[in-house]
T-cell receptor
Framework: GAGVSQSPSNKVTEKGKDVELRCDPISGHTALYWYRQSLGQGLEFLIYFQGNSAPDKSGLPSDRFSAERTGGSVSTLTIQRTQQEDSAVYLC????????????FGPGTRLTVL | GENVEQHPSTLSVQEGDSAVIKCTYSDSASNYFPWYKQELGKRPQLIIDIRSNVGEKKDQRIAVTLNKTAKHFSLHITETQPEDSAVYFCAASGTGYSTLTFGKGTMLLVSP
């Protein structure tokens, strides 16, 4: 079956612009996660959705970052007024329910802020 | 919150040798410990996980051990092969809706 997909695969933007990153989870997966991975770094947790609600958004680095999920499916991560330090690979993952089930990752969106 | 430390950050071995990666965690309530493998340019994939009701789990050449008293767990890879070369991440999670906390990763290089 189809795995987790993300779009765009690559995004180059200018400092100060807003960007939207999209994640399509595996059908039926109620849990959805966003992570950020900088070059040579680990997986930095950003936000977790269970259904359409976000029980844990503690990893969002600033109020320029926001995310929403609609219909218990697609999620969008928005970064406003992008900064060069926002450059990273943004990974989305989904799981059947909660964090104690296997998380299936998408291919990521590589964001470059010039 | 949970804090996961992972060592070493890089590990080089010869093909056929064993490799061991160690992680410690801080939250005694954590009870689920997965390991993910990320090959260069690819997405992370789960390779093995262990829950706190067991001390060891094995799957072919890989095994994971857990010491809840000491709050550490380890990944063991035997008879390493070049295709084992990747970054390995450990993680820890509690019950309910708690999230996974990942270690910073170990880059394993297996030389032929």
């Amino acid at each position: 079956g189809a795995g987790v997909s993300q779009s765009p695969s690559n995004k180059v933007t200018e400092k100060g612009k807003d960007v939207e990153l999209r994640c399509d989870p595996i059908s039926g997966h109620t849990a959805l996660y966003w992570y950020r991975q900088s070059l040579g770094q680990g997986l930095e947790f950003l936000i977790y959705f269970q259904g359409n609600s976000a029980p844990d958004k503690s990893g969002l680095p600033s109020d320029r970052f926001s995310a929403e999920r609609t219909g218990g499916s697609v999620s969008t991560l928005t970064i406003q007024r992008t900064q060069q330090e926002d450059s990273a690979v943004y990974l989305c993952a989904s799981s059947s329910s909660g964090s104690q089930n296997e998380q299936f990752f998408g291919p990521g969106t590589r964001l470059t802020v010039l | 919150g949970e804090n996961v430390e992972q060592h070493p950050s890089t590990l080089s071995v010869q093909e056929g040798d064993s490799a061991v990666i160690k992680c410690t965690y801080s939250d005694s309530a954590s009870n689920y410990f997965p390991w993910y493998k990320q090959e260069l340019g690819k997405r992370p994939q789960l390779i093995i996980d262990i829950r706190s009701n067991v001390g060891e789990k094995k799957d072919q050449r890989i095994a994971v051990t857990l010491n809840k008293t000491a709050k550490h767990f380890s990944l063991h890879i035997t008879e390493t092969q070049p295709e084992d070369s990747a970054v390995y991440f450990c993680a820890a999670s509690g019950t309910g809706y708690s999230t996974l906390t990942f270690g910073k990763g170990t880059m394993l290089l297996v030389s032929p």
